[in-house]
């Protein structure tokens, strides 16, 4: 597609259990960022990728959460042994200079 | 550290109104990039505009316009004769050069009434 795209939308999950998100960046964008938007706030870093070179994880909370991007382009956000805290909505976006282009995010609920 | 500041948690005007949504930031860098986001009610983030620090230069695009001014690291975001599709919140972010991450401010969340 022309945009970046995340899935699922929704995601309801109980305490404790494991979850994956996934990010298709914008063909050829190079660069792609997680960020958590927690209800009514604003946008929290949680991890940069660029080419080929080692993510910067600086704004993971905690080692729960962990990302990879395999051959460049789609990237898996996973947050272990969910907690309820971590309800909110993950965002991805993309970009090849500066500008990033966001996906329509996926909204976890934990019960 | 880089840091963005948007007073105005919540703005309501009626339609045709003018509206300025106030942003200030922080760095100690000399060169950094502001930019502008929209995410209206679906959601998802539309990127307005991004400015260069070296690029003082005031920027117009159609009823939006942007006014940058480093003395007092504003950038200030005015809506001409708003529309309710306007409605939305709008963010303010600052990158630094050579930091991978972008700073955004809280938010403005701007109400239209017809």
């Known amino acids: 597609g022309a945009g970046v795209s995340q899935s699922p939308s929704n995601k309801v999950t109980e305490k404790g259990k494991d979850v994956e998100l996934r990010c298709d960046p914008i063909?050829?964008?190079?660069?792609l960022y997680w960020y958590r938007q927690s209800l009514g706030q604003g946008l929290e870093f949680l991890i940069y990728f660029q080419g080929n070179s080692a993510p910067d994880k600086s704004g993971l909370p905690s080692d729960r959460f962990s990302a990879e991007r395999t051959g460049g382009s789609v990237s898996t956000l996973t947050i272990q042994r969910t907690q309820q805290e971590d309800s909110a909505v993950y965002l991805c976006?993309?970009?090849?200079?500066?500008?990033?282009?966001f996906g329509p995010g996926t909204r976890l609920t934990v019960l | 550290a880089q840091k963005v500041t948007q007073a105005q948690t919540e703005i309501s005007v009626v339609e045709k109104e003018d509206v300025t949504l106030d942003c200030v930031y922080e760095t100690r860098d000399t060169t950094y990039y502001l930019f502008w986001y929209k995410q209206p009610p679906s959601g998802e983030l539309v990127f307005l505009i991004r400015r260069n620090s070296f690029d003082e230069q005031n920027e117009i695009s159609g009823r939006y316009s942007w006014n940058f001014q480093k003395s007092t690291s504003s950038f200030n975001f005015t809506i001409t004769a708003s529309q309710v599709v306007d409605s939305a919140v709008y963010f303010c972010?600052?990158?630094?050069?050579?930091?991978?991450?972008?700073?955004f401010g809280a938010g403005t969340r701007l109400t239209v009434k017809p």
């Open positions: 972010a600052l990158s630094e050069a050579g930091n991978n991450d972008m700073r």
């Open positions: 976006a993309s970009s090849l200079i500066l500008e990033q282009f």
């Open positions: 063909s050829g964008h190079t660069a």
